[in-house]
């Protein structure tokens, strides 16, 4: 299995801010990484797909880069809506594995 | 909108079989684009695919469940479900349904169902 790992597992940041949450394949998955964000009590809900691709809906705040083995999401300007915690997602090769996700909270 | 609905018992006795159910709305879930699957997450820890089949039959299961899953398509109902055998504690988490596109994006989620394991 491809083993995905997010860092850091969790994060302080304040309305405003900019933050950057990375994502590490253990082999590569070319661009094929995406991206989720989950609130307590709700399922996931895809933000990026295919490392940069915004999800229709999605405010253009967030933004993905990245390849092969190394990603990263990109959250400018936070808004009170986006504490949460998000994980990363290869598609390359089922099982499809996730990250552990990182959590942002409010400093 | 499509719509993705779990059912079933929250309560699983150890080596018993899990069932759920998974009923979809707002679309068809006869479809060549599409598979339809299983995700679970248990308390605290990052999601994991458990499989998923298209409405042909072509299932895929996660190796890590070893043979115990089985998920099942009926187009008649516009529902699939899961069977899980075996269950022990460490299979306590929330169940989602969900839709997969042909590159494995999740984008359509039911609300999940938190099934626990216990005597």
């Known amino acids: 299995d491809i083993q995905m790992t997010q860092s850091p597992s969790s994060l302080s940041a304040s309305v405003g801010d900019r933050v950057t949450m990375t994502c590490r394949a253990s082999?590569?998955?070319?661009?094929?990484l995406n991206w989720y964000q989950q609130k307590p009590g709700k399922a996931p809900k895809v933000l990026i797909f295919?490392?940069?691709s915004l999800q229709s809906g999605v405010p253009s705040r967030f933004s993905g880069s990245g390849s092969g083995t190394d990603f990263t999401l990109t959250i400018t300007s936070l808004q009170p809506e986006d504490f949460a915690t998000y994980y990363c997602?290869?598609?390359?090769?089922?099982?499809?594995?996730f990250g552990q996700g990182t959590k942002l909270e409010i400093k | 909108q499509l719509q993705l609905q779990e059912s079933g018992p929250g309560l699983v006795k150890p080596s018993e079989t899990l069932s759920l159910n998974c009923n979809v709305s707002?679309?068809?879930?006869?479809?060549?684009?599409?598979?339809w699957g299983w995700i679970r997450q248990p308390p605290g820890k990052g999601p994991e695919l458990i499989g998923s089949?298209?409405?042909?039959?072509?299932?895929y299961y996660n190796p890590s469940l070893k043979g115990r899953v089985t998920i099942s398509v009926d187009t008649s109902k516009n529902q699939f479900s899961l069977m899980l055998s075996f269950v022990t504690a460490a299979d306590t988490a929330v169940y989602f349904c969900?839709?997969?596109?042909?590159?494995?994006?999740?984008?359509?989620w039911g609300q999940g169902t938190l099934v626990t394991v216990s005597s």
């Open positions: 969900a839709r997969l596109g042909y590159n494995g994006l999740i984008n359509q």
């Open positions: 707002h679309g068809s879930i006869d479809s060549t684009t599409y598979s």
């Open positions: 295919a490392t940069s």
């Open positions: 089949s298209y409405s042909s039959g072509s299932a």
């Open positions: 082999q590569s998955i070319y661009n094929y």
């Open positions: 997602q290869q598609s390359s090769v089922p099982p499809y594995n």
